[in-house]
């Protein structure tokens, strides 16, 4: 009996708590995971590396890509042509919008007045004239000018006389000697320029200077100079200016083979001719104009002979000139074409379609040849003639 009331009094072992479970409370099962076995009839999952095995063959590689290719090669060229065919055209229209031109003929009234009627192109100013006669008259020396303000003047030279008369050309190339005789002012040129040729065009010296000599008795003045002496024939070229009176004295062999002046009966067979010619704007009058207000152009030109004219007026719009022009617009997007070359290059290589980006290298090659082909082509065309 003492056994038995002992093994009743031996209290039980306190049960075990756990993280998360309340004091007291009830002990939740402990669920311990074990690997279960795959069902029957499933394989189990092999992990292999991505590489071949012994005895499997290895894939082929990806075929080279020819259509993107060709793409690439030639898609660079066409958009570049296109543009210069879109430029062109755009161009041909904006040049009857931005220019304009007028022309018209004009023959004397019974008093000697000229006069045409002229319509301006709309919105569209005077940019150039020119007013001419294929006759010889003594009108010589009228001329239309464009003013500052676009407006028109029609103006005639007066008809001033030389100063300096010329007299004589004498050159001697045994002795290297050449002397130019005038009648006129006395005053020494300031500005002296000549060239000495041979028959065959080579330039055999050149003159900066000459001394100048006056005969008080006969008014006669003669500009000397040496040069080296030579038995050969020389042809000359001289200027002397003299700015005392805006004049140039020139001195001109007629005929040889660097160039060629048409001699007067007086000079033609000693070999040369003298002419005298004014530099700078001679003295000049207006004598018409262009009235705006019934579109007329008149004038009343000063001397005897009744000729006729030609006049021709290029007008230009400024004012759309002052506006972006589809041209220009055509003209932006294709500078910006390089930019997009180079941005499809690097794509295509970065997508992996390396044909593509092959054949956009390849299409900057095959411009260069063609554009080097073109120049040899022109060298072979007209390097002959040159």
């Known amino acids: 009996m003492e056994d038995g009331e002992k093994a009743q009094a031996t209290p039980a072992a306190p049960a075990p708590v756990?993280?998360?479970?309340?004091?007291?409370?009830?002990?939740?099962?402990?669920?311990?995971?074990?690997?279960?076995?795959?069902?029957?009839?499933?394989?189990?999952?092999i992990y292999v590396k991505n590489e071949p095995q012994w005895?499997?063959?290895?894939?082929?590689?990806?075929?080279?890509?020819?259509?993107?290719?060709?793409?690439?090669?030639?898609?660079?060229i066409a958009v570049s042509l296109l543009f210069v065919f879109v430029g062109d055209l755009v161009a041909s229209d904006q040049y009857d919008d931005f220019y304009g031109y007028e022309e018209a003929f004009m023959s004397p009234d019974e008093n000697g007045h000229y006069s045409a009627q002229i319509s301006l192109t709309p919105d569209h100013e005077l940019d150039y004239c020119s007013?001419?006669?294929?006759?010889?008259?003594?009108?010589?020396?009228?001329?239309?000018?464009?003013?500052?303000?676009?407006?028109?003047?029609?103006?005639?030279?007066?008809?001033?006389?030389?100063?300096?008369?010329?007299?004589?050309?004498?050159?001697?190339?045994?002795?290297?000697?050449?002397?130019?005789?005038?009648?006129?002012?006395?005053?020494?040129?300031n500005d002296i320029s000549g060239r000495l040729f041979t028959d065959t065009g080579t330039q055999y010296a050149r003159i900066y200077a000459a001394e100048h000599e006056t005969d008080n008795a006969s008014a006669t003045s003669y500009l000397n100079s040496t040069f080296t002496p030579t038995n050969r024939t020389l042809h000359i070229y001289l200027d002397a200016v003299f700015f005392s009176t805006n004049e140039i004295l020139m001195v001109t062999s007629c005929e040889s083979e660097s160039f060629y002046r048409q001699c007067n009966a007086t000079h033609s067979e000693k070999g040369y001719r003298m002419d005298v010619d004014f530099f700078g704007d001679p003295e000049h009058v207006t004598i018409g104009e262009l009235t705006?207000?019934?579109?007329?152009?008149?004038?009343?030109?000063?001397?005897?002979?009744?000729?006729?004219?030609?006049?021709?007026?290029?007008?230009?719009?400024?004012?759309?000139?002052?506006?972006?022009?589809?041209?220009?617009?055509?003209?932006?997007?294709?500078?910006?074409?390089?930019?997009?070359?180079?941005?499809?290059?690097?794509?295509?290589?970065?997508?992996?379609?390396?044909?593509?980006?092959?054949?956009?290298?390849?299409?900057?090659?095959?411009?260069?040849?063609?554009?080097?082909?073109?120049?040899?082509?022109?060298?072979?065309?007209y390097g002959g003639s040159l």
């Open 131 to 189: 007013l001419y006669s294929n006759e010889q008259s003594s009108q010589e020396g009228v001329f239309c000018e464009v003013l500052w303000d676009h407006s028109l003047e029609v103006r005639q030279y007066l008809e001033t006389p030389t100063q300096i008369q010329p007299l004589a050309f004498v050159i001697d190339g045994e002795n290297g000697t050449f002397s130019v005789s005038y009648n006129g002012t006395t005053d020494i040129p």
């Open 55 to 76: 005895g499997e063959a290895t894939p082929p590689p990806t075929s080279f890509r020819w259509g993107q290719f060709f793409i690439g090669l030639i898609a660079p």
């Open 292 to 381: 705006p207000s019934n579109e007329t152009l008149w004038f009343i030109p000063n001397g005897e002979d009744l000729v006729s004219y030609q006049v021709n007026i290029n007008t230009y719009n400024y004012e759309l000139e002052q506006t972006i022009s589809p041209a220009e617009v055509v003209d932006g997007i294709f500078c910006m074409t390089p930019f997009v070359y180079v941005i499809a290059i690097v794509v295509s290589f970065v997508k992996g379609k390396t044909a593509l980006g092959w054949g956009l290298l390849s299409s900057a090659l095959l411009s260069i040849l063609l554009f080097l082909g073109f120049i040899a082509l022109l060298i072979l065309s």
């Open 18 to 45: 756990f993280l998360g479970q309340a004091f007291g409370g009830a002990q939740s099962p402990v669920v311990q995971s074990t690997p279960q076995p795959p069902p029957e009839g499933a394989n189990p999952p």
